[in-house]
């Protein structure tokens, strides 16, 4: 309206918003000082200010004083107007941004994840725990520092395994699209919007929940460089997790977690970018013509074509990443693939969570046996189990492997 130039007009706007957001950025890193909003604006409005003055001193008011005193006035109430609105201002970023909404909060690369569950268990917390980075995020309820209830934003699986390698059931994506935008619109998680419309049916609620949150908890603490998290103390928690309690502690599922880390470790060995395209041999087919597939490695075989990354295969076959390098060690160790990596060694260092709790499971298991049988023998021989040197009532810890 003063320029009377729309292209001026366009530029002065675009460097308007340009120094907008440099104010914003200053902000939300608590680096600017409390007049650089103020500053800002006065910048603004004086510009605009001159360029109208210069047109009145070439007008034909440029002599009069009333004209003359009007706009001193105006000047002097612009400026305190412009103290009120940088003040609005620097209130609605600070609320925006700032963490007074949480009762703690931080960088993952700073705090390890680990660190801050075992916080909130050991301190018998009940509230919210969100982890987020730049593609998904995971909500984590607490009740007197057990898990209630994971609630991922984004799935990593979409595939579920069955009982035989030719059996599994696959999420689809406009269902998973469907339940996502609920997740948005109302608060409702993922996990149970698939149970409502029929996806999961036939499933354990609870077991589906703690594998899906497990595993996305999974790719949070590979990537904590990339993460942030916030607590908010909730007294009530959501109907959702009070009616599906999961009561998990926080050490169980850390030492699964921690299991799937060390073989991711090892795993990276073999593949150490999983943005790199997976090179197949000439003659894979003919390599893998021995192995028992099951309809998911069929589809991963598929894929592997020279451009695929194991990223872009996890994305394809819906299956987590760390799923897909095993599935490509062991392709790997049949010659059907090049393998970037050191693959020696790879063998007894990676094995699967549920193998590795159920070998713990079984030495104790052993060891309850051996107790029982050892006391049984000492109750019936008594004397003679003293002599031998071992108390009455006691055994050897022992374990099977």
Not at 147 to 152: E, Q, R, S, W
Not at 215 to 241: K, N
Not at 344 to 366: E, N, P, R, T
């Amino acid at each position: 309206m003063l320029a009377r130039d729309a292209a001026s007009a366009e530029r002065d706007l675009e460097h308007l918003l340009a120094r907008a957001r440099e104010l914003v950025a200053r902000k939300r890193e608590m680096t600017g000082t409390k007049s650089d909003t103020h500053a800002l604006v006065a910048e603004h409005f004086f510009s605009r200010l001159r360029r109208s003055l210069r047109g009145l001193m070439r007008g034909a008011d440029a002599h009069d004083e009333v004209k003359l005193a009007e706009w001193v006035l105006g000047a002097v109430v612009g400026d305190a107007a412009l103290g009120e609105l940088a003040a609005a201002f620097d209130r609605t970023i600070l609320k925006a941004s700032g963490p007074q909404d949480y009762s703690f909060a931080g960088r993952a690369d700073f705090i390890a994840i680990e660190e801050v569950l075992q916080m909130l268990g050991a301190g018998k917390y009940t509230g919210c725990l969100s982890l987020e980075k730049s593609d998904n995020r995971l909500d984590v309820y607490f009740h007197a520092g057990q898990i209630a209830f994971l609630d991922p934003h984004h799935l990593v699986r979409r595939v579920l395994p069955g009982v035989t390698p030719m059996d599994y059931r696959e999420i689809g994506g406009e269902q998973l699209h469907v339940a996502e935008r609920r997740h948005r619109e109302h608060g409702i998680p993922v996990i149970v919007s698939l149970f409502e419309a029929g996806v999961l049916r036939g499933k354990d609620f609870r077991i589906i929940v703690r594998q899906l949150g497990s595993e996305v908890l999974f790719d949070f603490l590979r990537m904590q460089d990339q993460c942030y998290f916030s607590y908010r103390r909730i007294d009530t928690l959501p109907d959702f997790a009070v009616q599906n309690d999961l009561r998990l502690g926080v050490t169980p599922i850390l030492l699964e977690v921690t299991k799937r880390l060390d073989d991711w470790r090892s795993l990276q060995r073999v593949f150490p970018d999983p943005k790199a395209a997976i090179q197949p041999m000439p003659d894979m087919l003919a390599r893998i013509s021995g192995l028992s597939l099951g309809v998911v490695e069929i589809k991963l075989l598929t894929l592997i074509d020279g451009e695929a990354s194991p990223e872009r295969l996890a994305s394809f076959v819906g299956l987590p990443i760390h799923d897909v390098y095993q599935l490509l060690v062991t392709l790997a160790r049949e010659g059907a693939i090049v393998v970037p990596g050191e693959l020696s060694g790879i063998d007894h260092a990676v094995s699967s969570v549920h193998a590795s709790l159920q070998a713990a499971f079984d030495a104790l298991d052993a060891n309850d046996d051996n107790l029982a049988v050892e006391s049984a023998l000492d109750r019936v021989l008594g004397d003679d189990a003293q002599a031998a040197g071992r108390p009455a009532g006691g055994g050897r810890l022992t374990f099977r492997e």
